[in-house]
């Protein structure tokens, strides 16, 4: 799968939609850069660990059972942080 794309005046770059869907990226997906000897630049993405999401289901008041929206937002903020 390739595509051409451009470099804008901030630095920054587009990565086509089908590729994006393909790779699973998001907005806050983290992204690997690394740059070979053969001035070719990968990027891949950063993998995700299991344990970053031990603990976010937690509730701060210790009240009722977390409900299934309460759960899939927290889920949501561990793979994807507002910032």
Known sequence: ???VTVV???GQIVI????RD???LHYGSELILNLR????????PK???IKDFFGKGKRKDQGAPMSLKD?????A????PVE
Do not use: H, T
């Open 16 to 19: 086509p939609k089908n590729m």
């Open 37 to 44: 000897k053969d001035n070719v630049l990968e990027i891949s």
């Open 8 to 10: 804008s005046s901030r």
């Open 1 to 3: 799968m390739d595509a």
């Open 47 to 49: 993998s995700r660990n």
């Open 77 to 80: 903020q561990a793979v994807c």
């Open 22 to 24: 393909f790779l699973g």
């Open 71 to 75: 759960i899939d937002d927290a889920i």
